[in-house]
């Protein structure tokens, strides 16, 4: 049930990276980029071994959100402190092989390029699902422009697949190289069901399990068990049916609140990063 309405250059202005990223929708595409993330073997691995989800979900949620808000909005200088925080988080993310169990990295380029291929295909899918199809020609531009984002994201241009039809051939052989083992399932228990989250946010935690199953691959829900069936399936498609219907609607000022508050974010960490240099140098913050 695509939404096509919004199609022809005489409707719209033509659509970018920045007209996509400034939207609220990755919010509601999150835990399915997570779950597809830690999917890949190596990913899970590590992010098994040093991420909290169960107790930290909400911190993950906002570091992630505000290193995609910054990379695409934020100046050079912004990101910079953003970028160093998550240098220094990740510097520990790493392991040999064990028996059974793969190598990972987290500054490897292939899973540094999964991870921000989820986001970017994510992001891009549920775009097209609220506002109708891109043209071919904006499809392109998104993801060459997104390309070129990557290089703020630690993958470098020509890391990526050239085109975007050479993209979906990519993300279709990484689908089918996914593999859920047990320790992921509980990663996603963990992110379906999480833990001191406020209680606000609790009355929606059933519909975002219902959407981020739904957005999965079939292929990749059916190897996380998630419970599917006809009937939630027919919830899923009338869920997003109202969100294509009525989001479009909202004033755009409210679309890209979640931009705004945590651009606003990236400037206090900004503030506490000159602080910090200041006191160690022994000079006054500019």
Request: no cysteine.
């Amino acid at each position: 049930m695509r939404n096509d309405f919004h199609r022809g250059p005489t409707t719209r202005p033509p659509v970018d990276l920045r007209t996509i990223g400034a939207e609220a929708l990755p919010l509601v595409g999150g835990g399915r980029a997570l779950l597809l993330q830690v999917a890949h073997p190596a990913v899970g691995r590590g992010v098994l071994e040093h991420s909290d989800f169960a107790e930290r979900a909400m911190d993950r949620l906002h570091a992630t959100m505000t290193f995609m808000y910054a990379a695409t909005f934020a100046t050079p200088e912004e990101f910079a402190v953003v970028r160093r925080r998550v240098n220094k988080a990740h510097a520990p993310v790493r392991a040999e092989a064990a028996e059974g169990a793969p190598a990972y990295n987290a500054y490897d380029p292939q899973l540094q390029l999964w991870v921000a291929a989820t986001l970017y295909e994510t992001m891009t899918q549920l775009y097209e699902r609220v506002f109708g199809r891109l043209a071919d020609d904006e499809r392109e531009r998104v993801y060459q422009e997104y390309t070129r984002l990557g290089a703020n994201l630690q993958v470098p241009p020509s890391s990526w697949p050239p085109t975007r039809a050479a993209f979906d051939d990519y993300w279709q052989a990484m689908i089918e190289r996914l593999a859920v083992s047990d320790g992921t399932r509980e990663l996603a228990r963990q992110i379906l069901y999480p833990r001191n989250v406020p209680s606000w946010m609790r009355v929606f935690l059933p519909d975002i399990r219902l959407v981020t199953a739904g957005l999965l691959p079939a292929e990749v829900r059916e190897q996380y068990r998630l419970p599917w069936d006809a009937d939630r399936a027919h919830r899923y498609e009338r869920w997003m049916h109202r969100l294509a219907r009525w989001y479009p609607r909202v004033p755009r000022f409210l679309r890209t609140a979640p931009r705004d508050d945590y651009l606003r974010r990236v400037r206090r960490l900004v503030k506490e990063d000159r602080a910090e240099r200041a006191r160690r140098s022994g000079t006054s913050p500019a």
